[in-house]
């Protein structure tokens, strides 16, 4: 959205999608009247159907993603699929957008801050910030997102990147400092109530728990603090979300998802699960 808006101005609508309604919000645009001389879907991957559809408008249409559960759409002219990149790392879906409005729109303003922002992101977004590089600004960046906001987070970034300005100031530094009091006492928390099953993943130790914010950097330190769990898996009752961690090398959670109707990274995994479910759980405990 930041980099939508830092090359469209005001000539741009944006949709924040996630897979429980991505499929709607494209048909949506499909059968639409308006007029859009283009459709960004970055960062995540349509069913077949759509993508059928999405053919027909295909001059119309640009698909950008990371997520090698998405690779099938790489048949589709309108599509980019890219897992990783030999000179950059792993890919994601902000750094495959710049690259793209770099190379075909005029009047992109590059600047160096947005340059590393971008890379943050994309650091962040791959967990190389902490695998391979060891830099904390990345995930500050994610920190100062969730303190402010994604709407405050986002006008302030234009503005800062569209004017080559420095990515934090001061204020944002304090905010940082707090919020990382708060992120080690949720984790700590959480530690403290980690649930550990040897039956629902046949062949596989988990540690399960219930958690609403603070998921990559909770799944984690979990999964550090517990060596002996293959991977953790995160519920969020509120967003009816589950998210699979691990920091094991020979494991792909992306397959563990697509069980569960989601998919993801070998990683970073996540799937959703039906409401119902949450009315079973409420009926159980208050029968």
Same mark, same amino acid.
């Given at each position: 959205e930041i980099l939508g808006r830092i090359a469209f101005g005001e000539d741009i609508d944006v949709v924040r999608c996630d897979y429980r309604n991505i499929d709607d919000k494209v048909e949506e645009f499909i059968n639409s009247d308006e007029e859009y001389d283009k459709l960004f879907i970055t960062d995540i991957s349509v069913k077949k159907e759509l993508a059928d559809a999405l053919n027909n408008v295909s001059d119309k249409v640009i698909l950008l993603d990371h997520h090698k559960t998405a690779l099938w759409l790489n048949e589709y002219p309108f599509a980019l699929v890219q897992v990783e990149d030999e000179s950059v790392g792993k890919m994601c879906g902000a750094y495959l957008f710049y690259e793209y409005l770099k190379k075909n729109h005029e009047e992109f303003n590059d600047t160096l801050a947005l340059k590393l922002f971008i890379d943050y992101v994309r650091m962040y977004d791959t967990w190389e910030w902490k695998e391979k590089y060891d830099n904390i600004i990345p995930k500050r960046l994610n920190d100062l997102m969730y303190i402010d906001g994604p709407n405050e987070f986002i006008d302030k970034m234009v503005y800062r990147l569209g004017n080559n300005l420095f990515i934090f100031d001061d204020t944002d530094l304090m905010k940082l400092q707090i919020e990382q009091t708060y992120i080690n006492s949720y984790i700590a928390q959480k530690n403290e109530t980690l649930m550990i099953n040897d039956n629902l993943f046949p062949g596989y130790t988990v540690g399960i728990t219930f958690a609403d914010k603070y998921i990559s950097e909770l799944g984690n330190k979990l999964c550090e603090l517990h060596p002996e769990l293959d *991977?953790?898996?995160? +519920?969020?009752m509120s967003t009816l979300a589950v998210s699979y961690r691990t920091v094991k090398? #020979?494991? #792909?959670?992306? #397959? +563990?998802?697509?069980? *569960?109707?989601g998919g993801g990274h070998p990683k970073a995994s996540g799937s959703r699960f039906d409401a119902s479910i949450v009315n079973d759980m409420l009926n159980n405990i208050f029968k």
């Open positions: *991977f953790v898996v995160l +519920i969020n090398d #020979d494991l #792909d959670l992306s #397959d +563990i998802a697509k069980r *569960f109707g």
